[in-house]
């Protein structure tokens, strides 16, 4: 999972309120053990696939699954603040450092290790998604899927505008910004958006690396000095000036991303798989693309969007909690999620055909296809806090407060500051 993510923290009412739970009440003697994430409707019920596999398989455990809303990172702080937390948590890329460097989550290396493990650490695909929960060769947090950032499109809205399709553009080699500026000056021109723009450094940086542009390498930050990310910046605070793209912060209340592209008011989103188990239950006639390309590579690397699965260190049953945490990220707790209407591909090898043999939308292929090129941002997501300073950075900028080259180089200083180079 999202943004995180940046992974999207849509919640339904019930979800909201604490409600959604798995349905069994399970065995008085059983071991009870409470399970928090994120999620929209539709990736609750994804999620409640696999727990209540689990619990029919084990009469000693029983697992209770409930949504948190709101700001998730912040009550779930305030939660493990207060021993209120649950046994196992989501956690996203840019909040894993925070909870390893305060010792809240516990390390699931050994585990991985023992036969009583679901899941061995050789499973998980060969692709760059770990981020920081491998830090010092120890597994803190283990991923529970990927969702390669892409774009979806709606085929109806571009068709109204007189837009030519992105897979048109894709399929003569021309799928890059150019192609994105084209399209959303038309969407523009009509009355509508054209594309949503968050302000998380995970969305810039899918901009960043598919223009071949770096924010940092593997121990350093150099975004000031690679003109390739100053082009980036420059590149989307100009669609936002234009109006080409809108900043979310900037939608109308209660009118999210989701939100505004089922309601034919905006043409292109860029987001994972989370997106698509709810527009599916829709009559919406989309698809995807990858994100476009300013490079020579038809699909360039951009972010893949990851929920990590964590276990509180001050739990009750670590043992327990470890068994569950692996049995939701092996392959059989990932066929149980993600077959059908999933909301996310795998994070282990060899089950790939659960999503493909899916046949909507048309072009599912790409999900698989930027989960191979995409990658997590590891070095700057060591520095807990940082993703927040960061997005605090970038919606100044979308705001017009800072200059794509101001934000650029208060981004790289925070960033070399709160990582102590």
């Known amino acids: 999972m999202r943004k995180g993510i940046r992974f999207v923290l849509a919640i339904s009412l019930l979800s909201a309120l604490g409600a959604c739970s798995s349905s069994s009440s399970g065995d008085d003697k059983a071991v009870q053990l409470t399970f928090s994430a994120w999620g929209n409707p539709e990736e609750m019920k994804v999620y409640e696939r ?66 009583e493990s679901y899941v061995k650490l050789e499973e998980f695909t060969t692709g760059d998604i770990w981020g920081p929960a491998i830090q010092d060769d120890v597994v803190y947090a283990l991923p529970v899927d990927t969702n390669p950032y892409l774009f979806y499109y709606n085929k109806t809205l571009l068709d109204e505008v007189g ?28 009355g509508k958006y054209g594309f949503v723009q968050e302000n998380s450094h995970e969305s810039i940086l899918n901009w960043i690396w598919t223009n071949g542009g770096l924010f940092a390498d593997d121990d350093s930050i150099v975004a000031d000095n690679d003109p390739k990310t100053l082009e980036a910046y420059e590149f989307i605070t100009r669609m936002v000036r234009d109006d080409n793209f809108v900043f979310a912060g900037t939608l109308p209340e209660g009118q999210g991303t989701e939100a505004m592209f089922m309601s034919n008011q905006v ?28 490079t020579e590579n038809p699909i360039e690397t951009a972010g893949v969007g990851m929920g990590y699965l964590a276990v509180n260190a001050n739990s009750d049953h670590p043992e327990e909690a470890k068994l569950f945490q692996s049995y939701y990220t092996s392959k059989e707790g990932q066929e149980i999620r993600l077959t059908a209407q999933g909301n996310a591909i795998p994070s282990v090898e060899g089950i790939d055909d659960v999503v493909l043999d899916q046949q909507e939308p048309e072009h599912i292929q790409y999900l698989v296809d930027a989960r191979e090129v995409g990658r997590v941002a590891k070095y700057e997501n060591t520095a807990p806090g940082l993703a927040t300073e960061l997005s605090d950075i970038y919606e ?20 070399r500051e709160m990582l102590g180079e």
């Open 267 to 294: 043409g292109l989103v860029g987001a994972g798989r989370w997106l698509t188990p709810m527009f599916l239950d829709t009559d919406l006639d989309f698809d995807y693309i990858p994100w476009p390309s300013n």
């Open 163 to 190: 837009a030519t399709s992105p897979q048109e553009y894709f399929d003569r080699g021309e799928w890059n910004w150019d192609a994105v500026e084209e399209i959303t000056d038309l969407l523009r021109d009509a």
């Open 396 to 415: 100044l900028m979308f705001l017009g407060d800072l200059s794509a080259q101001e934000a650029l180089e208060r981004a790289a200083n925070i960033s």
């Open 50 to 115: 696999a727990v209540d596999s689990f619990n029919e398989q084990h009469d000693d455990i029983h697992v209770e699954f409930n949504g948190i809303g709101g700001d998730y990172f912040q009550t779930l702080s305030t939660r493990l603040q207060g021993g209120q937390a649950p046994d196992l948590f989501y956690l996203s890329a840019g909040d894993v450092s925070t909870l390893i460097q305060n010792e809240t989550i516990a390390p699931i290396s050994d585990f991985l290790e023992s036969d």
